[in-house]
C-alpha cells in the first residue's frame, strides 16, 4: 500500500470517526435563513417601537394599555422569528443529510439538541421573570448571552464553527448591558448579521465541494 493510499485510509477513517461522534449534518443555509428572519422581524420590531414612541411623544400621555399591547406584539414576532428561523434550519439541515445520505435523528443530533436546549430553557425562565419584574431593556442582551452560551454547549457534538459563533454572541450580549437602550440593534446584530456571516461561511467551507472536513 503506497503512502497516499494510508493517507486516503486514514482520512476516511476520520470521517467515519466524525460521523459517529459529531452531527456534521449542520447546513449554512441554515444560518442565512435564520438570519434574514432575525433581520425582517427586528425591522418590524424596530417600527412599532418608534412608532408607539412618536404616539407618546405627539400626546404626551403614557398609555398603559397601548405599552402593554405593544409588548405583547413583540413577544409574539420574537416566536414568529423563531418559528421562522427552526422551520429553514430543520429543512436545509434535512436537504443536506439526504444528500450526504446521513441520519438526520441519531445519538448525535440527539446530544447537540439536550445540551442546547438546557441553556436556553434556563435563558427562556430568567427572560420570563424579567419580563414579570418589567425588565424590559434587559432582555435583549440576555438572549444573546444565553444563546451563546447554548452553542458553545451544543458545539460538543457537532462542527467546531458552532463554538465561535456562540462566543460572539455572548460577548456581544455582555456588551449591549452597557447599551441597554440599544437592544434591537445589538438583537439584529446577534440574531440578524452574525448568522449571515456564519451561514455563509459555513457553506463555502463544508458545502461548497460536498466536503465532510
Not at 110 to 123: D, M, T, Y
Not at 152 to 172: A, F, M, Q
Not at 175 to 186: Q, T
Request: aromatic content about 14%.
Amino acid at each position: 500500500m503506497t503512502d497516499q493510499q494510508h493517507l486516503q485510509t486514514l482520512t476516511d477513517i476520520k470521517r467515519m470517526m466524525e460521523r459517529s461522534s459529531r452531527f456534521i449534518s449542520l447546513s449554512g443555509l441554515s444560518g442565512v435563513s435564520a438570519g434574514i428572519s432575525a433581520l425582517a422581524g427586528a425591522w418590524l420590531a424596530h417600527s412599532w417601537i418608534v412608532g408607539y414612541y412618536n404616539s407618546w411623544n405627539a400626546s404626551g400621555v403614557f398609555d398603559e394599555g397601548a405599552f402593554v399591547q405593544l409588548k405583547f406584539r413583540l413577544i409574539i414576532l420574537a416566536f414568529c422569528v423563531m418559528g421562522a428561523a427552526l422551520a429553514g434550519g430543520l429543512f436545509f439541515t434535512w436537504r443536506r443529510a439526504r444528500r450526504n445520505h446521513l441520519p438526520i435523528w441519531d445519538v448525535t443530533s440527539r446530544n447537540v439538541l439536550v445540551n442546547v436546549c438546557i441553556p436556553l430553557a434556563a435563558g427562556g425562565a430568567f427572560i420570563a421573570g424579567l419580563l414579570y419584574n418589567h425588565l424590559e431593556t434587559l432582555v435583549a442582551p440576555t438572549c444573546l448571552v444565553f444563546y451563546g452560551l447554548a452553542l458553545i454547549n451544543g458545539s460538543k457534538y457537532t462542527l467546531p464553527d458552532v463554538r465561535y459563533l456562540g462566543i460572539c454572541e455572548t460577548v456581544l450580549g455582555i456588551v449591549n448591558l452597557f447599551f441597554l437602550r440599544k437592544g434591537i440593534y445589538f438583537w439584529a446584530v446577534g440574531f440578524g448579521v452574525l448568522h449571515i456571516i456564519y451561514g455563509v461561511l459555513m457553506w463555502w467551507k463544508y458545502e461548497r465541494k460536498g466536503s465532510f472536513q
